[in-house]
Structure formats: C-alpha cells, structure tokens
C-alpha cells in the first residue's frame, strides 16, 4: 500500500484504537487530545518506516504532525532521507 491518508487512517485505528470515521485531513489529532504523546510517539516511528522519512529533533512539531494533511506535506516536501 502506497503512504498515504489511507495508511494512516488504517494504522490510526487498529493500532492507537482512535475511531477515524470523521478525521479528515485538517482534524487535529495531537492538540485536540485524539492522540496522546505515546501515540504521537508511535506514529512517528510507523511514518518512518513506512515512508522512509526520518524526523529529526526539529521536525516534530504540530506544524509537521498534528493532522493527516500536514503529515503529508511534510513528507512531501521530500524531508527526510
């Protein structure tokens, strides 16, 4: 499966048990408490090795993570390597 909104949504559900029905790309997840640092923690690591982008210590940031869209720029945006 290619990376993408989809993956994340799946990943979301079966392993941080978040109900996704109406998370679209904008919906916060981190500052709206839909995912707690732990979480947060683990899906970093699942974007990492599913998407071959590493995040370095600046790049986790709610302008990087805290929705499925900017979770996508950010890797679009060919960071990482």
């Known amino acids: 499966m290619t ?10 559900t079966e392993r941080l048990g978040v109900d ?3 998370v679209d790309e904008d919906t ?4 709206s408490g839909m995912i707690d640092s732990v979480g947060m923690a683990d899906l970093i690591t699942f974007i990492e090795s599913e998407s071959h ?7 986790i940031t709610l302008d990087n993570l ?3 869209g900017r979770i996508l720029a950010f890797i679009g945006n060919g960071h990482g390597g």
């Open 3 to 12: 990376f993408g909104k989809e993956l994340l949504l799946s990943f979301m």
């Open 20 to 22: 996704t029905e109406a």
């Open 28 to 31: 916060p997840l981190f500052s």
């Open 53 to 59: 982008v590493m995040f370095g210590p600046d790049d």
């Open 66 to 68: 805290d929705s499925i």
